[in-house]
């Protein structure tokens, strides 16, 4: 019995450790479970920072990568530069050189120049004490004959603070600026003009003449029979205003200038010269002037007396050219040939001194320019009445002057003269008035040709000056191209001195002033008449006899039409002319064919050359906008397709012989030959 329970208790003991050791292996077992998932969260963890550590060291490389080809761009940039800089201080050394060894060829002129400058100095000083003894004496006698003025020169002066009552608005404008007197803007004004050129000198000191020679057809309104007592009591003209004469050159002086004009005539007698009467308007506008009583524009009546045929050019184109001096620098004369304001527009002038904006706008007052206007002229007439005077000296050049020397250089001079205040009145006018284009673009209508006013219904101030242009351009046109078809194929019919060396530009600047009109509606139906004439002489104008001399005015007449269609599309040269086409492309054929031949015979002929192409260019354009707009090809016609494509050869091989660029000859693709295909 005893036994057993020894082995029960030692089974049982067994038992208790086999449980332990059970217990023992299942703590061991989670142990081991947790050690493993700890092994793998930290194999995870070694993952992610291998791969980490991998994507740095790519990242490092690529960036290192890309530095060392920045710095190898760089670098080379860097020797380029260097290079260039190298070339650019060898080029600027050799400059050096040269303005160098210019600078001492300056400096021994310059030493030259200066001891004969003292030299003059000397002299000059010599003579000023001679000059200022006499001056003096003649002072004294000045003053001790005074000449009392006259009952005209009393003027009563203008009332600048009265507005204008003539328009319903009248136009204003603020004036902030200070204020300067009448008398020394006009005395800045005058000194310009004196110093700019002897013309007015020369107006101001004519030679004695009797006032028989006056013109009859002087303007009424400035008669000077209530000034005939200072005439006759006055022997110099500049005692009227004598602190005017300390301007004037001698009168020597003036007389040898007056002879050696390049416009003079000759013999000098043979043109009467302006009477001492219409000198005397002249001289009181300036006194006026230099008073303060007057404004710049009393000085244009005075000038316009002078436009008379009857006259020597050269007074005539003395008075011209102070004409277009005084348009330029006269802001109150400039202002006359603008487009008026709105009539909605009012701004008022501040006038007198501007200490503070209070006392700014306690003493400003409405004023109008209108009102210093000279007595003369009103202020809506003076525009008109220039450009009638112009026109008026046009129509008589045209008509009195001989067929023979109607083209003479005196001729011509004095329509350059005339054509340059024209330009300038007429690009001041064409400021800020609205073209057609904008007119169309608010909504109005493009003029049609039942539309348009008639020639003799047309009221407008540049109307005088359409037809003697246009007779001008016509003039030209037929003596070229009557000579080109009475001429003989062998030699020219007009030599080169056939026309002088500004009559061509004459024409042109005319056909210019021209196309500027023709922006006007009101202008168009005065061209109408003359353009089927033109064609017809244009065609005349190419034979291969013609004269070379108007191949510019051949191209201006062209950019007018050019610029009447564009402005126009309902008066399109190809809409009212239909055999104008015909003749364009005949033109085109025979320039073609002249200007081949020219190069072929004469490789030296290449300003004659650049004049054709650019006539050819001109006509090709032309044509280009009229198959764009009538959807003409020419591929029909053998001839014109022929003509083209060599004239598209012969372009492509001057380019790519000038080593031009691509786009070059897309341009000229583009714009003279595509459209007719």
């Known amino acids: 019995m005893s036994v057993s329970q020894q082995v029960q208790a030692e089974l049982q003991k067994l ?343 209070t006392a700014t706008l306690t003493n400003a007052q409405v004023v109008d320019d209108s009102a210093s206007l000279s007595s003369e002229l009103a202020a809506q007439d003076l525009p008109r009445s220039i450009l009638h005077t112009l026109g008026k000296l046009l129509d008589d050049l045209a008509a009195k002057t001989d067929r023979s020397s109607f083209w003479s250089d005196m001729s011509m001079r004095v329509h350059t003269s005339i054509f340059s205040v024209v330009s300038c009145v007429v690009g001041m006018a064409s400021l800020g008035a609205p073209s057609p284009a904008q007119t169309s673009s608010r909504g109005d209508n493009v003029p049609l040709m039942h539309d348009l006013p008639k020639p003799d219904q047309v009221d407008w101030i540049f109307q005088p000056l359409v037809a003697p242009l246009c007779n001008l351009v016509t003039e030209f046109l037929s003596k070229v191209s009557t000579s080109g078809t009475n001429g003989s194929s062998s030699s020219l019919p007009l030599d080169n001195h056939a026309f002088p060396g500004n009559a061509v530009m004459v024409v042109v600047d005319g056909a210019n002033i021209l196309s500027h009109l023709a922006a006007q509606p009101q202008l168009l139906p005065l061209l109408q008449s003359h353009l089927s004439k033109w064609w017809t002489q244009l065609l005349a104008a190419t034979q291969p006899t013609a004269s070379a001399q108007g191949w510019a005015v051949h191209m201006a007449v062209l950019q007018l039409m050019q610029a009447i269609s564009t402005l126009y599309p309902s008066q399109s040269w190809y809409l009212h002319h239909p055999k104008a086409v015909d003749v364009l492309w005949e033109i085109v054929k025979r320039i073609w064919k002249f200007t081949q031949a020219s190069r072929a015979l004469d490789a030296d002929a290449s300003q004659a050359c650049a004049d054709h192409d650019q006539v050819l260019v001109v006509a090709l354009n032309m044509l280009a906008v009229e198959a764009l707009a009538s959807k003409r090809s020419i591929l029909g016609d053998v001839v014109k397709q022929h003509l083209v494509d060599e004239i598209r050869r012969t372009v492509k091989a001057k380019i790519e012989s000038c080593a031009r660029s691509e786009r070059q000859w897309e341009l000229v693709q583009r714009v003279l030959v595509r459209p007719f295909h």
């Open 15 to 357: 038992r208790d450790e086999i449980a332990r050791l059970r217990q023992d292996k299942g703590q061991s077992d989670s142990l081991v479970h947790l050690l493993q998932e700890q092994n793998q969260q930290f194999s995870e963890q070694i993952f992610d920072l291998t791969a980490q550590v991998v994507a740095v060291e790519a990242e490092a490389a690529f960036k290192c990568e890309q530095n060392e080809l920045s710095m190898q761009h760089q670098l080379k940039r860097l020797v380029s530069h260097t290079t260039f800089l190298q070339e650019e201080k060898k080029t600027a050394e050799r400059a050096r050189q040269a303005l160098e060894s210019q600078l001492k060829q300056f400096q021994t002129t310059a030493q030259l120049e200066q001891k004969r400058l003292e030299a003059g100095k000397r002299l000059l000083e010599t003579s000023k004490r001679k000059l200022e003894a006499e001056k003096f004496q003649m002072s004294q006698q000045l003053f001790s004959q005074p000449t009392p003025p006259s009952t005209a020169l009393k003027r009563p002066r203008v009332n600048t603070s009265t507005p204008s009552r003539a328009s319903g608005c009248a136009e204003k404008g603020f004036q902030t600026d200070p204020y300067v007197p009448l008398a020394v803007e006009n005395s800045d004004l005058i000194g310009k003009l004196l110093q700019s050129s002897s013309d007015l000198a020369s107006l101001l000191h004519p030679p004695a003449v009797s006032s028989s020679t006056v013109p009859a057809n002087v303007v009424p309104e400035f008669d000077v029979s209530e000034d005939r007592s200072i005439l006759n009591t006055t022997t110099d003209l500049s005692q009227l205003i004598p602190q005017f004469s300390q301007w004037m050159p001698p009168a020597s002086a003036i007389a040898s200038g007056a002879c050696n004009h390049p416009l003079a005539s000759k013999p000098a007698n043979s043109s009467p010269r302006p009477s001492k009467a219409i000198t005397f308007h002249l001289t009181r506008a300036v006194a006026s002037m230099l008073a303060g009583q007057e404004s710049s524009l009393a000085l244009v009546g005075p000038l316009l007396l002078h436009l008379q045929l009857d006259y020597d050019p050269s007074i005539v184109c003395s008075a011209l050219h102070l004409l277009y001096a005084l348009i330029q620098g006269s802001v109150r004369l400039r202002n006359r040939f603008r487009p008026p304001r709105h009539p909605t527009q009012r701004l008022c002038r501040i006038s007198g001194p501007t200490p503070g904006i």
